[in-house]
């Protein structure tokens, strides 16, 4: 008597567990060979899956990269906003932003590299949604700008896209040679020099003292003046 043979089972994973696999799968291969010479089966095997599976979910190897850095952009900004929560004064929202973009560099190199190399320089970046997204993470920091103003905490003069570009141009300027592989840079001591330098440069100087207020230290400095000059026709 002749037994059947056992059927496989196959399991079939979640297609946002797929997708997960292979985007982690893509970013190493990616961050090895660089996005033009990082050759798809490589993707693909490192995800455990043949080289046509990956088209299933991604119209082609550029779709993927956007993915991913958009999975990044999300959890950005949403690490923006939870750690500004409950943060009060313009001052310290103001350090939150830049420690937290520092930090994000500082922990993914490869996704800055990837951004800056492969897509912003792109001719149809600003028709993308990651140029979208990257225009609602300085919005957070704009927001800030904005309302500190409001509550006369910055000068009324101040130009937001002007500190925007500042804050972020200068931080890329420092970070290059990290991302180049060629130094090393600490965020917090960093975060702590920038906000400082750039909230002192925009602060708001304080009031101006009442007239009867400067009326009194006048009169004080005279009397001081008189004590002064008693004391030494004395001596």
């Known amino acids: 008597m002749s037994v059947a043979p056992e059927k496989r089972s196959f399991v079939r994973l979640p297609r946002e567990k797929r997708m997960r696999d292979i985007e982690k799968a893509a970013r190493l291969v990616f961050s090895q060979h660089g996005f033009d010479a990082a050759p798809v089966n490589e993707i693909a095997a490192e995800?455990?899956?043949?080289?046509?599976?990956?088209?299933k979910f991604y119209t082609n190897k550029r779709d993927l990269l956007h993915t991913i850095l958009r999975t990044w952009y999300l959890s950005m900004i949403d690490d923006f906003k939870a750690k500004l929560e409950g943060i009060e004064g313009t001052r310290a929202r103001l350090h939150i932003v830049i420690w937290q973009h520092m930090k994000?560099?500082?922990e993914s190199p490869d996704l800055c590299r990837l951004?800056?190399?492969e897509v912003r320089n792109a001719p149809d970046y600003y028709s993308t949604e990651l140029y979208e997204m990257n225009r609602e993470y300085t919005r957070v920091l704009m927001g800030i700008l904005a309302k500190g103003i409001a509550k006369g905490d910055i000068r009324p003069d101040t130009s937001p896209a002007l500190v925007r570009d500042v804050i972020f141009g200068?931080?890329?300027?420092?970070?290059t040679a990290y991302l180049m592989n060629r130094g090393d840079f600490d965020y917090e001591l960093v975060a702590g020099q920038l906000s400082q330098?750039?909230?002192?440069?925009?602060?708001?100087a304080p009031p101006e003292p009442p007239r009867d207020l400067n009326a009194l230290i006048e009169r004080l400095e005279q009397v001081t003046d008189r004590l002064d000059q008693a004391s030494s026709e004395k001596g």
């Open 47 to 55: 995800a455990g899956i043949s080289e046509g599976s990956i088209y």
């Open 104 to 106: 994000s560099i500082k």
């Open 115 to 117: 951004f800056y190399s």
């Open 170 to 175: 200068g931080i890329e300027h420092h970070v």
């Open 197 to 204: 330098l750039v909230f002192c440069g925009i602060a708001a």
